[in-house]
């Protein structure tokens, strides 16, 4: 199965994505993870990148679908996938379509929209730091969800760092060129019959409700 996260930024597509990739033993593809650590490695792609992703910008469907389809080929990812932050436009979720209807037609596909106010969203991540481990990647909420050391992981003892582009104004960015994007692609996967929207308020809530839609869908 296929499983794409939908929604805004600091919506909890990360956080929701890990659990469900845990439980049911799917790979977790985030583009936006790919992204930073090809900035970090000062690669051709991160040098080309950068700038978007400094300025809450979306990198340019190409390049996206390009870096997408390579890694959906590897053998990790065979028996699906959750994909997190991808597709964030109707020509990506069409270009994956084609990809999977050609190279994976068995597997389902199945969209989760997480719905957060933005004026939610722009408090969670504005306060939001992330494990510096790749391995680990946990989330935490300054606020609501703080680490017991203060800039260490409880689960691996790595640092916490925060993104470059979760800052106010980076984020208000972000939300605009979401919600451009937002409605056309809600609309695609709802024409597909494979949407499932919801208000996440409580993250076990969520998780349970999400997956018992997926074994309904199964
Ligand atoms: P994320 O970690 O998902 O919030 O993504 C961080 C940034 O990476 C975004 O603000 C975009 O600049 C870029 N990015 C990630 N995924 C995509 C995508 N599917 N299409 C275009 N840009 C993306």
Avoid: W
């Amino acid at each position: 199965m296929y499983i794409i996260m939908l929604g805004a930024p600091g919506t909890g597509k990360g956080t929701i994505g890990k659990i469900l990739s845990e439980d049911m033993k799917l790979t977790h593809i985030s583009t936006g993870d790919i992204f930073r650590e090809q900035i970090n490695k000062k690669t051709e792609l991160g040098k080309k990148i950068e700038n978007y992703i400094e300025n809450g910008l979306l990198v340019p469907d190409d390049v996206v679908i390009e870096t997408v389809e390579a890694r959906l080929l590897e053998d990790d990812v065979k028996n699906g996938a959750i994909l997190d932050g991808f597709p964030r436009t109707v020509a990506q979720a069409q270009a994956l379509k084609e990809f999977l209807s050609e190279n994976n037609p068995n597997q389902k596909r199945i969209a989760i929209e997480l719905n957060v106010p933005d004026d939610e969203i722009i408090k969670r991540i504005v306060n939001r730091v992330t494990c510096s481990n790749k391995e680990c990647g946990a989330i935490y909420n300054l606020d609501t969800r703080p680490p017991k050391v203060a800039g260490i992981c409880d689960i691996c003892g790595s640092e916490l760092r925060k993104r470059k582009d979760d800052n106010e104004e980076t984020v208000r960015k972000r939300l605009e060129v979401y919600h451009l994007n937002s409605k056309d692609l809600l609309e695609f996967y709802k024409n597909n019959n494979a949407l499932y929207s919801i208000c996440p308020k409580q993250l076990e809530e969520a998780v349970k409700s999400i997956k018992e839609y997926l074994n309904r869908r199964k």
